[in-house]
Nanobody
Framework: QVQLVESGGDLVQAGGSLRLSCAAS????????MGWYRQAPGKERELVAV???????NYADSVKGRFTISRDNAENTVHLDMNSLKPEDTAVYYC?????????????WGQGTQVTVSS
């Protein structure tokens, strides 16, 4: 299994910045993709950002231009840098790792970290 340890969730004012970090128990190059999802009250869990082992990235339209996902390969860590935070960004954020082969996709999840943006 892949262990994911999250940190960085906090209470922050609108317009502020926050960095979320996810440390993996495996070299990130061995993981086909890592990303961040979030779930707000009354909402479905949604993809926020993803980065593949090849370095390509994708973002939800709602965070494009404000959030940046990156890898620190030496520390087996993926970061989510969040800028210009809005109250609607308030959610539980989950780190995710995917490993796939011809037959199956394996998903691993962190425990989640609360991000609250006050107006």
């Amino acid at each position: 299994q892949v262990q994911l340890v999250e940190s960085g969730g906090d209470l922050v004012q609108a317009g502020g910045s926050l960095r979320l970090s996810c440390a993996a128990s495996r070299d990130v190059f061995s993981l086909n993709a890592m990303g961040w999802y979030r779930q707000a009250p009354g909402k479905e869990r949604e993809l926020v950002a993803v980065i593949t082992s090849g370095g390509s990235t994708n973002y939800a339209d709602s965070v494009k231009g404000r959030f940046t996902i990156s890898r620190d390969n030496a520390e087996n860590t993926v970061h989510l840098d969040m800028n210009s935070l809005k109250p609607e960004d308030t959610a539980v954020y989950y780190c995710n790792a995917k490993v796939w082969n011809t037959f199956r996709v394996y998903d691993y999840w962190g425990q989640g970290t609360q991000v609250t943006v006050s107006s």
